[in-house]
């Protein structure tokens, strides 16, 4: 769900906190941060109790969807279509430029690393909407994306609850993971078998209402340390708390990091990022089941 990052990402544009919230929402009280043994801070999950927490998740995740432009700008530079487009580049200015004498190679070089810069731009421009998009994510009416009555009839999904659940990772004083999810459950409609009993409101938590993660990511220092992993499964945890379905619990089609803007030929990193958050999900729900399993055979 998440990527690789470098320095000339521009940052998602700020957040800007709802006109109700400046006077709504209390400052946190200033903790110190929780130490081990030997004075290094431990890791906290969190739930987001307040706009600021919210805001601070949403630039996490916006921030992933920003660096996917550079995993896509890597992928299209060295996919060997473009790479042959940058031998045949030097063929021509070659053949072009190059009439005998070695100085001629200077006219070679200097026109070739035109073309080149001008490869680059193309690349950087046309992997530019992921910045868009994480511009996009990084909002509040993303956050509530799929709540209104016409998504839920697009859908054929009611959203429970008035808001996402957020949990989000704390080190030290440095919020560096976060993960967005909902509970979802079959809209009813009058005409349908169940509408006499059911109408379209929120059903309380039963066997019918799945989890369903929009979001998932780790700042870029923190990734492969098993920091993402162990949030998920504490969202896992909050999930069954709720009595929601984590058999069959999934990434939303529309997750934060769905969008390509490039062809299918490209795209085998990001879609390799999809693959091993799928495995990672079904391996944690996996886990929290057997653990539960010898559980119950204990008791």
């Known amino acids: 769900m998440s990527s690789l990052t470098s320095a000339d990402v521009a940052p ?43 805001a601070e998740a949403l630039h996490i995740i916006a921030d992933s969807v920003a660096q996917q432009r550079n995993m896509a700008s890597r992928a299209l530079i060295f996919h060997p279509v473009v790479l042959a487009l940058f031998v045949l580049s030097f063929g021509v200015c070659r053949q072009i430029f ?29 992997c530019g909407p992921y910045i868009f998009e994480a511009e996009s994510v990084g909002t509040w009416s993303w956050l509530n994306k799929g709540r209104s009555a016409e998504e839920e009839e697009q859908s054929g999904m009611k959203v429970l609850g008035d808001s996402d659940e957020i949990l989000l990772t704390k080190f030290g004083d440095d919020y560096i ?5 909902r509970g979802v459950q079959p809209v009813v409609t009058p005409g349908s078998p169940s509408g006499n009993k059911r109408s379209r409101r929120a059903q309380s938590p039963s066997k019918h209402t799945k989890m369903v993660i929009r979001a998932w990511s780790v700042r870029q220092k923190y990734r492969r340390k098993e920091v993402g992993s162990a949030l998920l499964e504490d969202a896992i945890k909050v999930g069954k708390e709720k009595g929601w379905t984590i058999d069959g619990i999934e990434f939303a089609k529309d997750h934060a ?22 495995k990672t999900l079904v391996k944690k729900v996996q886990e929290i089941e057997a653990t539960e399993g010898k559980g119950r055979k204990k008791k």
């Open 257 to 278: 990091n769905h969008k390509r803007v490039l062809p299918a030929m490209f795209n085998g990193a990001l879609d390799k990022f999809d693959r091993i958050a799928h």
């Open 177 to 181: 993971g976060a993960v967005i999810f």
């Open 98 to 126: 190059y009439k005998g004498d070695n100085s001629d190679y200077i006219k070679v070089l200097t026109t070739f690393t035109g073309v080149v810069m001008a490869i680059l731009g193309a690349v950087r421009l046309t």
């Open 12 to 54: 998602p544009a700020a957040l800007r906190l709802p006109d109700h919230a400046s006077n709504q929402v209390e400052e946190p009280e200033d903790k110190e941060p929780t130490v081990g043994e030997d004075g290094i801070p431990l890791l906290e999950t969190l739930p987001a109790e307040n706009d600021d927490m919210r």
